[in-house]
């Protein structure tokens, strides 16, 4: 939330693009004057009475967004007060005939006033989008998993705010439990390449122990731990007060714990939810706890803070089974660069984690102002204890802190003592993608962008993101989601593939750093595939050109228009309507179809009474080759019953109207 509050108030103001510090207002908006003297004078107020008795205060977020405000409004105020004096002493001196000193004071005037009102030189480049220093579809390092390199990208329109837009996100009526239980199924059965989500459970752990543990063809042992590391960074109450969208989704975490209980055969007290900073909420907790008792629960605590800080709760009378998380001080980690990062070799894991045989990663991938994103390595931070945490950070209960690391990963100008990380240099990320217990016991690395903020680019057009991302390889999934980000114009000018460049080569990467945190003498290998795909509309990896052995990214697009063919060498003579498929059907079918010429389309589904179900597609659309899926649902969102069911087009291009209809049959 603060993020994506700073940035869009820092839209009204010019920043210097080397130390990050507002000069001035954009005087191409100068109906933001008043709320720049509104906003500074209030940021002034906020920093005083907030910062001023209690100096830890300043690494609150909310803080971050005030302090450069405050700091600007003042050095704003100064330079106008500053060439105002200096103009009044200008006047003087051609009154007294001193032209020269006259005409320097003036030009003083004049630069301080500018400097104070008006853009900087290079103040566009502070606010520019990341563009990647390595082409498109260059693929570096190896790829991993059954498929390799295999990232699953599922998109469904109807998974959010379907049945009402009344209500917190977090509700069945606003994120609906069946549609994100079928993405999660659709996810890994296409990762794995197994249509039986229990053929692709076992194939997935037999694979996982051959290639970590040395374990052929063994499956899932009952007793075999599992931790399931989610981000509850704004989690920080377990009444979630608000409608941030940074939270976890209870839907999708429903549907992984009931995928691993029901599917993969996982007894549920073998299931461990944790992050070690913040809370799991109450709705998140609620909502899973209700039909999985079993689930374990584990996380930090905050009713000792050393400050006092006031935003945490602590779990008051009745926290349920929610546990406090424990360092295990003999699982520390070593960092590449020590002198980067204090207490390498005494930071270690929680108990949650080196107890474990499997982990996986359920991150909320969105755009960081310290790493330019934050997906799956660093959904890691929340893993960490630090025996000494630095000092302003004692508020981070025991020592689950990880400000300790922020210097290795700034992909952007933080602050002043935080600068960013040029390209090939070393990134503590790598050490924890990397190491043994963490990164080395990742089955799963999944991605949820639920809600992220609304995303512009076909096939969302203006909605929800409504995504969920699967992968074994670490490095791909984390390069398919910046991907995506930064097509979203999220992701600021910086560095923020640092870390995927060293991580695809940590062999031998580019900083030269020996990547090695166990300190076993063992240094890491690549740990996946990096590139950056062709283009953001048709998000082609190597492996889909057929050119390199780099990422496959799988798109499923659900309920949705999609067009999958424009060439017009290729268009079709007649209007074509294809065979839906798969017939019968449960839970969804594909509907494909083919237009010569552009036409307004009607597609509607009924019923054998004529009965008008489900209207799937009313617009013009121009020509190419298209499809577009029904979940067999009607238009209020409730579940069609088994049966025939016609699905009926109609083409009009303006001198005719063409109808053809086809039969389909839904069975449960």
């Known amino acids: 939330m603060f993020s994506n509050i700073k940035r869009l108030i820092m839209k009204q103001f010019t920043v210097c693009p080397r130390s990050g510090k507002i000069t001035g207002l954009n005087m191409g908006k100068r109906k933001t004057l008043l709320l720049w003297i509104v906003l500074g004078l209030a940021s002034v107020i906020w920093v005083l009475i907030?910062?001023?008795?209690?100096?830890?205060?300043?690494?609150?977020?909310?803080?971050?967004?005030?302090?450069?405000?405050?700091?600007?409004?003042?050095?704003?105020?100064?330079?106008?007060?500053?060439?105002?004096?200096?103009?009044r002493r200008a006047r003087r001196l051609f009154q007294t005939q001193r032209y020269v000193v006259g005409a320097i004071c003036f030009a003083t005037a004049v630069l301080l006033c500018f400097g104070a009102v008006n853009d900087t030189p290079n103040a566009a480049s502070s606010t520019a989008g990341f563009v990647p220093t390595d082409p498109a579809n260059t693929p570096m390092g190896t790829g991993k998993g059954i498929h390799p390199g295999r990232v699953v990208w599922i998109y469904d329109s109807?998974?959010?705010?379907?049945?009402?837009?009344?209500?917190?996100?977090?509700?069945?009526?606003?994120?609906?439990?069946?549609?994100?239980?079928?993405?999660?199924?659709?996810?890994?059965?296409?990762?794995?390449?197994?249509?039986?989500?229990?053929?692709?459970?076992?194939?997935?752990?037999?694979?996982?122990?051959?290639?970590?543990?040395?374990?052929?063809?063994?499956?899932?042992?009952?007793?075999?731990?599992?931790?399931?590391?989610?981000?509850?960074?704004?989690?920080?109450?377990?009444?979630?007060?608000?409608?941030?969208?940074?939270?976890?989704?209870?839907?999708?975490?429903h549907a992984l714990i009931g995928q691993l209980v029901n599917k993969a055969g996982v007894p549920e007290a073998d299931i461990t939810i944790y992050d070690c900073v913040f809370y799991h909420g109450d709705p998140v907790y609620n909502y899973c706890h209700a039909d999985f008792p079993g689930v374990r629960w584990a996380e930090g605590d905050a009713t000792d803070r050393a400050d006092g800080h006031d935003y945490e709760n602590g779990p008051g009378a009745n926290p349920g089974v929610r546990e406090k998380v424990m360092p295990d001080t003999?699982?520390?980690?070593?960092?590449?660069?020590?002198?980067?990062?204090?207490?390498?070799?005494?930071?270690?894991?929680?108990?949650?984690?080196?107890?474990?045989?499997?982990?996986?990663?359920?991150?909320l991938p969105r755009p960081h102002e310290l790493a330019g994103v934050t997906c799956c390595a660093k959904n890691f931070f929340g893993s960490v204890w630090h025996p000494d945490p630095p000092l302003g950070n004692a508020y981070y209960y025991h020592g689950w802190c990880p400000f300790f690391m922020h210097k290795a990963v700034a992909s952007l100008n933080f602050s002043g003592d935080i600068p960013m990380r040029p390209m090939g240099t070393y990134n503590a990320l790598v050490d924890l993608m990397g190491h043994k217990d963490l990164g080395g016991k990742t089955l799963l690395c999944i991605g949820e962008c639920i809600r992220a903020k609304l995303w512009?680019?076909?096939?969302?057009?203006?909605?929800?993101?409504?995504?969920?991302?699967?992968?074994?390889?670490?490095v791909a999934i984390e390069s398919v989601l910046l991907d995506f980000l930064r097509s979203e114009g999220g992701v600021a000018a910086g560095t923020p593939d640092n870390y995927l460049h060293e991580a695809a080569q940590a062999g031998n990467p580019p900083s030269?750093?020996?990547?090695?945190?166990?300190?076993?003498?063992?240094?890491?290998?690549?740990?996946?595939?990096?590139?950056?795909?062709?283009?953001?509309?048709?998000?082609?990896?190597?492996?889909?050109?057929?050119?390199?052995?780099?990422?496959?990214?799988?798109?499923?697009?659900?309920?949705?228009?999609?067009?999958?063919?424009?060439?017009?060498?290729?268009?079709?003579?007649?209007?074509?309507?294809?065979?839906?498929?798969?017939?019968?059907?449960?839970?969804?079918?594909?509907?494909?179809?083919?237009?010569?010429?552009?036409?307004?389309?009607?597609?509607?589904?009924?019923?054998?009474?004529?009965?008008?179900?489900?209207?799937?597609?009313?617009?013009?659309?121009?020509?190419?080759?298209?499809?577009?899926?029904?979940?067999?649902?009607?238009?209020?969102?409730?579940?069609a019953a088994s049966g025939v069911y016609i699905c009926r087009m109609e083409i009009n291009t303006g001198g005719e109207i063409v109808s053809q209809s086809r039969q389909m049959t839904l069975l449960k």
């Open 512 to 639: 030269g750093v020996v990547y090695d945190p166990e300190n076993d003498g063992i240094p890491l290998e690549s740990l996946g595939v990096h590139e950056h795909w062709d283009n953001s509309t048709d998000k082609q990896y190597s492996r889909n050109l057929g050119t390199g052995e780099g990422i496959e990214l799988i798109s499923i697009i659900n309920n949705t228009t999609t067009a999958v063919e424009r060439s017009h060498s290729d268009l079709p003579d007649v209007f074509t309507f294809l065979e839906n498929y798969p017939n019968p059907f449960n839970p969804s079918t594909t509907i494909r179809y083919a237009l010569p010429a552009s036409a307004d389309i009607r597609l509607n589904i009924y019923n054998l009474k004529g009965e008008k179900v489900r209207t799937l597609i009313n617009q013009h659309q121009s020509a190419g080759a298209f499809e577009i899926s029904w979940n067999g649902r009607y238009d209020n969102n409730d579940r």
């Open 330 to 363: 003999n699982c520390v980690v070593y960092y590449g660069d020590p002198d980067l990062v204090p207490g390498s070799g005494a930071v270690c894991l929680p108990t949650i984690v080196s107890e474990a045989k499997y982990l996986i990663n359920l991150a």
């Open 158 to 253: 109807l998974l959010c705010d379907q049945g009402s837009a009344s209500g917190w996100w977090w509700e069945d009526q606003r994120t609906d439990p069946e549609v994100a239980q079928h993405m999660m199924e659709q996810a890994l059965i296409n990762l794995t390449g197994f249509a039986d989500p229990v053929e692709s459970w076992d194939f997935l752990f037999k694979y996982f122990n051959q290639t970590r543990y040395g374990q052929a063809n063994v499956g899932y042992q009952a007793g075999d731990k599992i931790a399931i590391k989610v981000n509850n960074i704004f989690s920080r109450y377990y009444e979630w007060p608000n409608s941030q969208d940074y939270r976890p989704c209870p839907q999708m975490l």
């Open 50 to 87: 907030r910062v001023v008795p209690r100096p830890s205060r300043a690494a609150y977020p909310c803080q971050k967004v005030a302090q450069p405000l405050a700091a600007g409004f003042i050095a704003w105020l100064l330079g106008l007060a500053g060439s105002t004096l200096i103009m």
């Open 456 to 474: 512009s680019a076909p096939p969302f057009n203006g909605k929800p993101a409504s995504s969920l991302f699967m992968s074994q390889d670490f």
